[in-house]
Every structure is written in structure tokens, then in C-alpha cells.
């Protein structure tokens, strides 16, 4: 077992200090039970508590570290910029620097505005949406997440034709009545939305390859449909690529599925671990935004010289070694396959699935497809799973519903590591 003495004492006093003892819900462990641990550093692989144990990350700080922890080029850059001052709020090279590279590399992307979080980049892209539709009401899908914007908090509990109920309290009536859900990967309803509200739909948003209820993969033809229905009914296509830009490949899901979106969300991998995001795309709804246009955003520490500094070196790293995409992949699918195959072979045909550098373990025995798939799910079994491999040095996402996002640190050794804690995780959870 593992001694956690320091984590559980900064776990007590945090909880008297901070709402639940986290600074983001999921951190808290409550869905698999026990108390979190608190970490104290990280490298390349490897996560070590404030206990000293230590832990291969199968999280990477919930997909930005793609390269690892501290890669040495990421480290140069944020202490060279360092130097310069920590914010000016002026313009600064690098924002122009970033925003020319991610056109490059996310062709999409005509213009780009930087903000803070993966949240902000997603309530400013529905926004300018809006300003540019004229139009109120967006289409999510059920279990897509999009940060915690007030909008994107609404349950899909009604059915596919009402508007949804909000899904945290301080979500006002009003908001959730502009937001239209639908099952993913259900084109009919999302049809069917589009025909009882007509004219009114400014944008439809969903993750190109879900990451939020587990990994789910978009079926054969869903991207395609859902482009030609935002096309001929003038609806702002978003792509949230929060997790997948920059991930899935050099330009994200829209690559890997050959799909352009009218505009794509981005968040953390551009920061290489610090706070940042960004929403862009086609240039005539960019320039809605303020100070061309009447959308305003703002923000002072947009475009911050640490993050962008960062951002720039890993961003710069990944443009120059494509090859890591294709090694990234082979190391995954060892990881999923080998899964996928120990579990069969214990008697448990439960469902594994991978997109690229992306894959989750789900305990059940059915296709997951959508979020009703998802939550078939024995969440007993995978809380015991959970705590199985944490006790066996693997650290993975403390949830069901979460993606585990694979860096190039994980060497062929680690991918055995795993699979043995796997087998003998598996048994134990089942016991
Ligand atoms: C797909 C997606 N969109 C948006 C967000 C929100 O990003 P942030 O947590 O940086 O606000 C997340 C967060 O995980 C996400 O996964």
C-alpha cells in the first residue's frame, strides 16, 4: 500500500480552505473514492507525490504534455523569457509569432485570437457565432464538455426536441433555453433540432473525437453530415479541439478526418502546461470580434510571454518531428490492444477505445457511442481498478468518463509496466 501521510494531511486542510479541498472538481477522487494525491514534480514519464512515491502518468496534466513533463527545450524557453518581465499587457513577437504557426499548422484557422483557458476560448467562439448569425441558440452534444461556460452546463435529460434543463445550479432558465443538445453521434436529431428551431441555430459545437465521457470515437459519416447541415442552414461549425488539436495529429481531429470547421477551439497543449487557449478560424466571423467588430473579448494576461513562450517551443517541437505522431500512435495501440486482449482473456469483454494517442478502458461489454453507452458502465469496478493501478504505480484519470492521453515518454518498458498492473488490476477490481 501506498503511504500517503502527507497527501491526506494537505488533503484535510485544503478541504477547510477551498471548496471540496480542489481547485477543479475532478481532482477530488469523489467518483472512485479515497482522497486525492496532492504531486510535488514531475519528469519526462514519471509523477512523484509529496510522499516521494512515484507514479508513470497516463493523465499528462489532462493532454498538454504531450512530450512529457519538463521537456528540456519547454524549461530553456519559459526561463529565458523569464528574464524579460512575467506580463506587459501590450502586444508582444511571440503572440504574432504563435498565431502564425497555428494558422500553419491548423489550416482552418484564417485568424486567431489567444485567451486563458480552454473555458474562455469556447464561451468566446459561441459568441462570435452569435454576433456573426444574428441567431441565439446552439446545438451541443450530450457528454460533450466544453469548459464551464454557463451555456454549455445543460443537461439533455428532456429529449432531443426541448431545450435542455440546466446541469449545475446558477445556470439561469434563460440561458439553458438557447442550448439544444443531442446524442452524439445521432444525426436525425440533430436534424430534427435544426427543423424545429428555424433560423435560430447560430453554431453548432461538439469535440471532433469526445474525450469527455471517455474516449468516443465520431462514427463513419457523423463530421461529414454534420458539415453539410451547417452549410446549407448557415450554422456556425465549431470544432472544440481542446484535447485533440494539436494531439490527434500536427492539425488535430479536422486533419485526421479531413474536415474544415468554420471555427476550432484550442486550449492547454498550446501553453505546454501553462494557462492559455485560443479560438480562430474563417477570417470574415473573426472579424466580428473587438476591435474590428462588435463582439467584444478581452482579456490582461491574454497572449501572456510565459505561456506563449512555452507554447511556442512545444507547438515548434511538434511542427518539426511529425514522426512522433506515427511512434505516439504504435505506443497507444500496444496500450489499448494489450487492454482490450487481458481483459478477454479474464472472462471480461469489456470495450476498449483508441483514437491516435487517446483511449479509455470502459467497463462494460457493449459499444460506446454516445453518452447513454457510456454510463452502462460498472463504476464500482473501475473505482477499485483505479486505486488497483495507483497502488501499482500508474497513475490514470480518476474517473470512468475521462480519456487517458498518452506522451512520448511512455517507452516500450512503461507499456509493460502497465499492461502487468493492468492484469493484476483487472483481478483485483474483480476479486
Ligand atoms: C474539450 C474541452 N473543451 C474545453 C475544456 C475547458 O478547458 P479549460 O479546463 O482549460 O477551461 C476542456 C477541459 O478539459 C475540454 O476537454
Not at 443531442?182 to 433560423?199: F, T, W
Not at 482579456?299 to 517551443?313: D, R, V, W, Y
Not at 505506443?331 to 481483459?343: E, F, H, K, M, V
Not at 483514437?355 to 473501475?382: H, I, R, W, Y
Amino acid at each position: 500500500m501506498l503511504n500517503l501521510t502527507t497527501s491526506s494531511a494537505l488533503f484535510e486542510r485544503a478541504k477547510t480552505l477551498i471548496p471540496g479541498g480542489v481547485n477543479s472538481p475532478v481532482r477530488a477522487f469523489r467518483s472512485v473514492g479515497g482522497s486525492p494525491v496532492f504531486m510535488q514534480s514531475a519528469q519526462g514519464a514519471w509523477l512523484t507525490d509529496v510522499d516521494g512515491n512515484r507514479y508513470v502518468d497516463f493523465i499528462n496534466s489532462w493532454g498538454p504534455m504531450i512530450l512529457g513533463h519538463a521537456p528540456q527545450m519547454v524549461l530553456d524557453a519559459v526561463s529565458q523569457a523569464l528574464t524579460n518581465s512575467l506580463s506587459f499587457g501590450t502586444p508582444t513577437r511571440r503572440e504574432v509569432d504563435m498565431a502564425e504557426l497555428i494558422r500553419k499548422m491548423v489550416p482552418s484557422i484564417e485568424k486567431v485570437r489567444l485567451v486563458n483557458s480552454g473555458t474562455e476560448a469556447c464561451m468566446s467562439a459561441i459568441r462570435a457565432a452569435r454576433g456573426y448569425t444574428g441567431r441565439s441558440k446552439i446545438i451541443k452534444f450530450e457528454g460533450c464538455y466544453h469548459g464551464h461556460g454557463d451555456a454549455f452546463l445543460i443537461a439533455a435529460g428532456s429529449g432531443a426536441l426541448t431545450a435542455g434543463e440546466p446541469d449545475s445550479a446558477g445556470v439561469t432558465r434563460g440561458v439553458a433555453q438557447d442550448t439544444l443538445t443531442a446524442p452524439y453521434n445521432d444525426v436525425p436529431a440533430v436534424e430534427a433540432l435544426i427543423a424545429a428551431n428555424p433560423g435560430e441555430v447560430a453554431a453548432l459545437i461538439l469535440e471532433p473525437v469526445v474525450g469527455n465521457m471517455g474516449l468516443v470515437a465520431p462514427a463513419e459519416g457523423f463530421l461529414q453530415a454534420l458539415r453539410a447541415l451547417c452549410t446549407e442552414h448557415g450554422i456556425v461549425f465549431i470544432f472544440d479541439e481542446v484535447m485533440t488539436g494539436f494531439r490527434l495529429a500536427q492539425g488535430g481531429a479536422q486533419e485526421l478526418y479531413g474536415i474544415k470547421p468554420d471555427l476550432t477551439t484550442l486550449g492547454k497543449i498550446i501553453g505546454g502546461g501553462l494557462p492559455v487557449g485560443a479560438y480562430g478560424g474563417r477570417e470574415d466571423i473573426m472579424n466580428c470580434v473587438a476591435p474590428v467588430g462588435k463582439v467584444y473579448q478581452a482579456g490582461t494576461l491574454s497572449g501572456n510571454p510565459m505561456a506563449t513562450a512555452a507554447g511556442m517551443a512545444q507547438l515548434r517541437y511538434l511542427h518539426e518531428h511529425p514522426e512522433l505522431y506515427r511512434d505516439l500512435d504504435a505506443s497507444t495501440a500496444r496500450l489499448a490492444d494489450g487492454t482490450r486482449q487481458i481483459a478477454a482473456e479474464l472472462g471480461l469483454n469489456y470495450t476498449v477505445n483508441r483514437v491516435g494517442s487517446m483511449f479509455s478502458l470502459f467497463f462494460t461489454s457493449q459499444p460506446v457511442n454516445n453518452l447513454e453507452d457510456a454510463k452502462q458502465c460498472d463504476t464500482a469496478a473501475f473505482g477499485r481498478y483505479f486505486h488497483a493501478m495507483l497502488n501499482r504505480g500508474i497513475y490514470l484519470a480518476p474517473s470512468q468518463f475521462e480519456a487517458l492521453f498518452i506522451s512520448t515518454a511512455i517507452t516500450d518498458d512503461l507499456v509493460e509496466m502497465y499492461l502487468t498492473a493492468c492484469r493484476e488490476s483487472l483481478i483485483e477490481a474483480h476479486g
